[in-house]
T-cell receptor, first 115, second 112 residues
Framework: ETGVTQTPRHLVMGMTNKKSLKCEQH?????MYWYKQSAKKPLELMFV???????ENNSVPSRFSPECPNSSHLFLHLHTLQPEDSALYLC??????????????FGEGSRLTVL | GDSVTQMEGPVTLSEEAFLTINCTYT??????LFWYVQYPGEGLQLLLK?????DKGSNKGFEATYRKETTSFHLEKGSVQVSDSAVYFC???????????FGKGTRLHILP
């Protein structure tokens, strides 16, 4: 039990579908993150939320839409995705609200396949 | 720009072998350095860290020493186990920048 829970663990969707990934943290942290993990590439930071406010959008295409209704929940809404968006999407949280403490707590990830 | 470079994997070793996974960094300031581990089917977990030159981070038998002169933070373990099979990520952070920069990861296979 890592304290950060992601659902679903696996998702297969067509390019015209709309789906959402959910992340919940039970650690009382103030910041939450979405990362994309693709084979043979560094982890790509997508979005950062501090105290429910988005503080980072790392040039992510608009077909990915984050939502943070409170400091414990984070969503990633997906629509009209491309096959190259297939990857493992990792949610993370940090206690301080600043990533530069380096202490991120990750969920197990949602494996997305776009057909 | 700031970056982390790790040795290419996969690395395959027999149980009880000595492990080294190389990591070097480029940074404009004085970074803090980290190793994260990702076991199969799981997210990343912080393994160890070092926040200043000559610091040694250690956990679960793994060690890494912050070498400013060689800009390195190599991960070592004296005797690996099958359960150490995972992907290992080197990372850095800078106080001046609210980001953590990860390397590409090194996959480690330990054979019984």
């Amino acid at each position: 039990e890592t304290g950060v829970t992601q659902t679903p663990r696996h998702l297969v969707m067509g390019m015209t579908n709309k789906k959402s990934l959910k992340c919940e943290q039970h650690l009382g942290h103030n910041a939450m993150y979405w990362y994309k993990q693709s084979a043979k590439k560094p982890l790509e930071l997508m979005f950062v939320y501090n105290f429910k406010e988005q503080t980072e959008n790392n040039s992510v295409p608009s077909r990915f839409s984050p939502e943070c209704p409170n400091s414990s929940h984070l969503f990633l809404h997906l629509h009209t995705l491309q096959p190259e968006d297939s990857a493992l999407y990792l949610c993370a949280s940090s206690p301080s609200g600043r990533a530069n403490t380096g202490e991120l707590f990750f969920g197990e990830g949602s494996r997305l396949t776009v057909l | 720009g700031d970056s982390v470079t790790q040795m290419e994997g996969p690395v395959t070793l027999s149980e009880e072998a000595f492990l080294t996974i190389n990591c070097t960094y480029t940074a404009t300031g004085y970074p803090s350095l980290f190793w994260y581990v990702q076991y199969p089917g799981e997210g990343l977990q912080l393994l160890l860290k070092a926040t200043k030159a000559d610091d040694k981070g250690s956990n679960k038998g793994f060690e890494a020493t912050y070498r400013k002169e060689t800009t390195s933070f190599h991960l070592e373990k004296g005797s690996v186990q099958v359960s150490d099979s995972a992907v290992y990520f080197c990372a850095l952070t800078l106080l001046s920048d609210d980001k953590i920069i990860f390397g590409k990861g090194t996959r480690l296979h330990i054979l019984p």
